[in-house]
């Protein structure tokens, strides 16, 4: 068994599996980046104020770097009695440059050396992340720039409701995703903080300088405060939050995709790269991304819970308890980046069945609201007119019939003001054409959307 980094005041080790028990390096190996950067940053202040000499910090950094060069190759030993990657890679330090090795860790603690790790790595992956949404509201405004005169159902209880352009439909993503950017984007500074230096909770007797290491580390801001800086994982839940809530978006995104290539709508199909098919029924071909992207929610959204959870009630500083924030976050990461970037392939590779929404919207109730407007403009009171086009759609359902088909007479019987022109008025095209307000479904006003979206990216 290796010896304990911190065995000096032990009589006995704790068996293996308790060592397994107690171990992180199984998931904290993802760190080892950050962690050697981190290290590099703190070997490079503790020589330049004379902590260290200048050769052993060239030398410990160099072992660093090997260190990160073997574990690439797959010639770096983990060990769960070495407990976590920081005393993983402190060990290897010391076993290939020797004693000296052991003086990295000079006015520092893993507490604020995993704070370190888990400020870079977040830092980092938020921004690949924001990148993937960006690419994703790309790909929704080409399916929304070739969608403006595709008309489509707009429900809501999932019943018709009014026809809307299929582009205006998809462009709600897009601001959706906007927001999810924005607060992502807003989150950094809450992350690019460096707790390095904070030691493991009351900073250092060291002439350490905190500023030099942030600035190696490249990070915007540092912590104030010591026992802050090595206990907060605010940044944590809310990169969790963010990461669930857009993944929340993607899940009703999904959701419709599912319904819109189901049999009983067809209004897309998916294309075959982005589907399954079945082992039993041959004519089966299923949204499963879709479905996962939906699923996943359940696992973020489980994360984010778990993260609270495990911080209420906490005190401070440094607690055991804080290990469990890794799982979960790199979990999460991981989720939405696979999510983000099969749903904009699922996305740009769908057939829209642009002729199936137009049979639609023909075959249903959804101008109703057109007809009631109509009489308005005869100057009869909304009230009266919803009560006519009430009528007039029972009249319909029993005559098997839609309001474009029902004979003008018929119309006349219900209200005389009613003309021939209530059929040009009543075509779903001109519903959406005659929509002007702003931020409507009307043509225009969806081709205005579209380019202060684009504005945007
Ligand atoms: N593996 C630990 C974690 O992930 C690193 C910090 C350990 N610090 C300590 N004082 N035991 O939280």
Not at 196 to 214: K, P, V
Request: charged share 25%; with cysteine; hydrophobic share 35%.
């Amino acid at each position: 068994m290796s010896k304990k980094a911190w065995g000096g005041r032990f009589e006995s080790n704790p068996e293996s599996w308790v060592d397994a028990f107690n171990a992180s390096i199984h998931f904290d190996k993802n760190l080892i980046d950050q962690d050697i950067q981190g290290s590099i940053a703190h070997a490079t202040m503790l020589a330049e104020q004379g902590i260290i000499e200048e050769a052993e910090s060239k030398q410990i950094i160099r072992g660093l770097k090997e260190i990160q060069h073997d574990y690439y190759q797959d010639k770096l030993e983990l060990s769960e009695s070495l407990e976590d990657i920081h005393l993983n890679i402190e060990h290897a330090l010391i076993q290939k440059i020797g004693q000296v090795g052991g003086k990295l860790h000079t006015g520092r603690s893993r507490n604020d050396q995993v704070a370190t790790d888990m400020h870079l790595y977040t830092k980092e992956n938020v921004k690949s992340i924001i990148d993937l949404i960006t690419s994703l509201q790309n790909a929704i405004l080409n399916i929304a720039d070739e969608h403006v005169y595709t008309i489509m159902p707009g429900y809501t209880h999932l019943q018709r409701a009014q026809p809307i352009s299929f582009a205006h439909h998809v462009m709600t993503y897009f601001w959706m995703l906007e927001r999810d950017k924005s607060r992502f984007q807003d989150s950094i500074k809450r992350i690019d903080i460096s707790p390095l230096g904070a030691a493991a909770l009351s900073g250092t007797t060291h002439n350490i300088d905190r500023h030099r290491t942030q600035e190696l580390l490249n990070f915007q801001n540092i912590y104030e405060n010591s026992l802050d800086a090595v206990s907060d994982r605010d940044y944590i839940v809310e990169t969790l939050h963010n990461i669930s809530l857009t993944m929340v978006h993607l899940s009703r995104f999904s959701e419709e995709i599912i319904f819109w290539s189901s049999n009983e709508a067809n209004f897309v199909t998916l294309s075959d790269s982005f589907s399954t098919g079945s082992s039993i029924m041959p004519q089966k071909k299923n949204p499963d991304m879709a479905e996962l992207i939906r699923g996943k929610v359940g696992r973020t959204t489980g994360h984010l819970m778990s993260m609270l959870v495990t911080l209420k009630g906490l005190p401070l500083a440094y607690n055991k308890d804080m290990q469990e924030d890794k799982e979960g976050l790199f979990d999460s990461i991981h989720t939405i980046k696979g999510s983000l970037r099969i749903f904009e392939g699922m996305l740009t590779s769908m057939t829209v069945n642009t002729e199936r929404l137009h049979e639609t919207v023909h075959q249903d109730f959804s101008n109703a609201t057109e007809l009631a407007d109509y009489l308005v403009e005869k100057n009869i009171p909304f009230r009266e007119a919803h009560e006519i086009v009430g009528k007039i759609v029972l009249w319909c359902i029993q005559n098997n019939q839609y309001l474009l088909d029902v004979p003008l007479e018929q119309y006349k019987s219900y209200n005389e003001k009613i003309d021939a022109n209530v059929f040009e008025y009543l075509k779903p095209e001109n519903c959406l054409s005659r929509r002007k307000s702003y931020g409507s479904t009307g043509q225009e006003s969806v081709k205005h959307q579209i380019k202060v979206a684009k504005a945007l990216l």
